[in-house]
T-cell receptor, first 116, second 115 residues
Framework: ETGVTQSPTHLIKTRGQQVTLRCSSQSGHNTVSWYQQALGQGPQFIFQYYREEENGRGNFPPRFSGLQFPNYSSELNVNALELDDSALYLC???????????????FGSGTRLTVV | AQSVAQPEDQVNVAEGNPLTVKCTYSVSGNPYLFWYVQYPNRGLQFLLKYITGDNLVKGSYGFEAEFNKSQTSFHLKKPSALVSDSALYFCAVRDGGDSSYKLIFGSGTRLLVRP
């Protein structure tokens, strides 16, 4: 049973609109990462937050932005939606990304975003 | 740059037969390797990881993976496949050259187990 919850589960937006996706991390996890999984592809890293600060970013434009809150929950915001933004967006949390003795992510079930 | 490759888009196997899903990696430094499984309309579920130690790693649901440093491979295996194992499998490596230690995923392999 995953400890990471994402909302909403499905979303349909129109090109040019803005969207906010939400993630509640597993209890005790201070690191949250976001991944985009396009149809038929593996997940691609968008960015990561550690203790409310971004500490890594993948090859995504600035219209993809995020936040992490004091309770370590997180939001992913996408502005000026494009058709190619249609994908499954996965949130993952980990105990502490710096911990070299244990390294594992717990993934949520994702938000399926469709841009029309 | 760190990367993983899953050379097979799909693997077909009969129930009860052994299965192998292949993964090769390219990293600088010691590899941290993972296998995840994804069922339809679901997120990723962790199966197993290799950090250090024994080359044969045992994971969830009877899966295991063999780490081979000389061949830079980390193949997923199961002695006897079940129909319920049918899903999408992803190999991933932690990017140790990046401050975030993000995961880099392969393109995935669809496993179909026929009754």
């Amino acid at each position: 049973e995953t400890g990471v919850t994402q909302s909403p589960t499905h979303l349909i937006k129109t090109r040019g609109q803005q969207v906010t996706l939400r993630c509640s991390s597993q209890s005790g996890h201070n690191t949250v990462s976001w991944y985009q999984q396009a149809l038929g592809q593996g997940p691609q890293f968008i960015f990561q937050y550690y203790r409310e600060e971004e500490n890594g970013r993948g090859n995504f434009p600035p219209r993809f932005s995020g936040l992490q809150f004091p309770n370590y929950s997180s939001e992913l915001n996408v502005n000026a939606l494009e058709l190619d933004d249609s994908a499954l967006y996965l949130c993952a949390s980990s105990l502490d990304f710096r911990d070299r003795s244990y390294y594992g992510y717990t993934f949520g079930s994702g938000t399926r975003l469709t841009v029309v | 740059a760190q990367s993983v490759a899953q050379p097979e888009d799909q693997v077909n196997v009969a129930e009860g037969n052994p299965l192998t899903v292949k993964c090769t990696y390219s990293v600088s430094g010691n590899p941290y390797l993972f296998w995840y499984v994804q069922y339809p309309n679901r997120g990723l579920q962790f199966l197993l990881k290799y950090i250090t130690g024994d080359n044969l790693v045992k994971g969830s649901y009877g899966f295991e993976a063999e780490f081979n440093k000389s061949q830079t491979s980390f193949h997923l295996k199961k002695p006897s496949a079940l129909v319920s194992d049918s899903a999408l499998y992803f190999c991933a490596v932690r990017d140790g050259g990046d401050s975030s230690y993000k995961l880099i995923f392969g393109s995935g392999t669809r496993l179909l187990v026929r009754p």
